[in-house]
């Protein structure tokens, strides 16, 4: 099914999403990578705050490419979520609403999603050029020493992505298979 949301999330949009369901973004997000999010889970460590606020926020896996003239940001396709699953049930646990990446979640992850009532996203990989085209604004917002893992806050428009585990923790790279054996 295809549907439209708004970025932040809202609880209620985030529990109305299936897994399989296609899902159009408009609105802010953020981008961190592996290095911003060990950074804010030292910051976390210390007591500290965070550079954002998590509150049904989306975080989009991503370290984009220098920007063409006239653009606002280069290629910028999804990275592998897994490398990030050590810092999200935590991130989760302090409101994000969203995460946006390719591949498999850990248990562990998938235990907060269905916690916290959140989503996962999946965008293709390999189509970080025409993802691109769906980012209207990027702003580095943290961590600038990170270079393309800086926090960026982005504003996109029917940014396309795919719902892979839901709130109530369907996955569908899981029942795909299933549909898929089934059927041959």
Same mark, same amino acid.
């Given at each position: 099914? *295809? ?7 809202? *609880?209620?949009?985030? #529990?109305?999403?299936? !897994? ?6 408009? %609105? ?9 999010? #060990? +950074?804010?889970? /030292?910051?976390?460590?210390? %007591?500290?705050?965070?550079? $954002?606020?998590?509150? =049904? =926020?989306?975080?989009?896996?991503? %370290?984009?490419?220098? !920007?063409? #003239? ?15 699953? #050590? ?7 302090? %409101? ?8 498999? +979640? ?6 907060? $999603?269905?916690? &916290? ?21 990027? /702003? ?27 709130? =109530?923790? =369907? &996955?569908?790279?899981?029942? !795909?298979?299933? /549909?898929?054996? &089934?059927? &041959?």
């Amino acid at each position: 099914m *295809n549907k439209k949301v708004t970025a932040p999330l809202s *609880n209620e949009d985030a #529990k109305s999403l299936k !897994a399989g369901d296609y899902v159009y973004i408009t %609105g802010t997000i953020y981008t961190a990578r592996d290095a911003a999010h #060990k +950074r804010m889970q /030292e910051a976390l460590e210390k %007591g500290e705050s965070l550079p $954002i606020d998590m509150k =049904n =926020n989306i975080i989009y896996y991503m %370290g984009p490419s220098p !920007a063409r #003239k006239g653009r606002p940001i280069g290629s910028a396709g999804p990275t592998t979520a897994s490398r990030m699953d #050590k810092y999200a049930p935590g991130l989760l646990d302090l %409101g994000l609403k969203g995460m946006i990446g390719k591949g498999k +979640r850990s248990g562990e992850v998938v235990d907060a $999603i269905i916690r &916290n009532g959140c989503v996962y996203f999946a965008a293709v990989g390999g189509a970080g050029a025409i993802l691109s085209k769906c980012i209207k604004s990027s /702003e580095i917002v943290a961590y600038d020493d990170l270079g393309t893992e800086a926090i960026r806050k982005l504003y996109v428009e029917d940014f396309p992505s795919i719902v892979v585990i839901d709130s =109530n923790g =369907n &996955n569908l790279y899981e029942t !795909a298979i299933k /549909e898929y054996t &089934n059927e &041959n």
